[in-house]
């Protein structure tokens, strides 16, 4: 139980155009949806925070144009990075965590995004 | 501020050497420690939550403890496959995010 599937696993795209990210909770329903940042040899770095319905929250620091989350359904959370530009690639993680009172975030594997 | 402190940075055994990871942390109101392992090039995976001092899990060669301050994660005659980036978080009150720690690279060579 507790799967979380992202599409892509990876991607590659040109400077200057958007790219779309899915992360889905395969046999539980998320209450709050996460996004994290991973470079290389260094630790998860959280992005924003996304509850079914509401806007999303951004961390200090993250453009919130520029990263554009969408939580739509109890199963799917979006992220799109629009005007990719080079320094934007990196690794992208997400996390589900289910209803009330449940902690623990479950991740997907990652969409590893590289921008020319 | 929650703060979160692994150590070591990097771990070498041998295989069937047993030895600790360390965690220490701050946090206000501790609703969960977390323990997660990370594959390169993959997402964490979920190993173990603890939600007070005292508490233990254990899940194969690995044993999870708590303190009022820290977390133990003890591996138990590991095995090549064992070898992985292990990451402590916690969740304090009034947040369900997670603070990370930075990890602790562990090798366990044959």
């Known amino acids: 139980g507790a799967v979380v599937s992202q599409h892509p696993s990876w991607v590659i795209c040109k400077s200057g155009t958007s790219v779309k990210i899915e992360c889905r909770s395969l046999?539980?329903?998320?209450?709050?949806m996460f996004w994290y940042r991973q470079f290389p040899k260094q630790s998860l770095m959280l992005m924003a925070t996304?509850?079914?319905?509401?806007?999303?929250?951004?961390e200090q620091g993250v453009e919130k144009d520029k990263f554009l989350i969408n939580h739509a359904s109890l199963t799917l959370s979006t992220l799109t990075v629009t005007s990719a530009h080079p320094e934007d690639s990196s690794f992208y993680i997400c996390?589900?965590?289910?209803?009330?009172?449940?902690?623990?975030?479950?991740f997907g594997p990652g969409t590893r995004l590289t921008v020319t | 501020e929650d703060q979160v402190t692994q150590s070591p940075e990097a771990l070498r055994l041998q295989e069937g050497e047993s030895s600790s990871l360390n965690c220490s942390y701050t946090?206000?109101?501790?609703?969960?420690l977390f323990w997660y392992r990370q594959d390169p090039g993959k997402g964490p995976e979920f190993l173990f939550t603890?939600?007070?001092a005292g508490e233990e899990k254990e899940k194969e060669r690995l044993k999870a403890t708590l303190t009022k301050k820290e977390s133990f994660l003890h591996i138990t005659a590991p095995k090549p496959e064992d070898s992985a980036t292990y990451l402590c978080?916690?969740?304090?009150?009034?947040?369900?995010?997670?603070?990370f720690g930075k990890g602790t690279k562990l090798s366990v060579i044959p």
């Open positions: 603890l939600y007070s």
């Open positions: 996390s589900a965590r289910g209803g009330s009172g449940n902690y623990e975030q479950y």
């Open positions: 978080a916690v969740s304090g009150a009034g947040s369900y995010q997670l603070t």
């Open positions: 996304s509850n079914e319905g509401s806007k999303a929250t951004y």
């Open positions: 046999d539980f329903q998320a209450t709050t």
């Open positions: 946090v206000s109101g501790l609703r969960g």
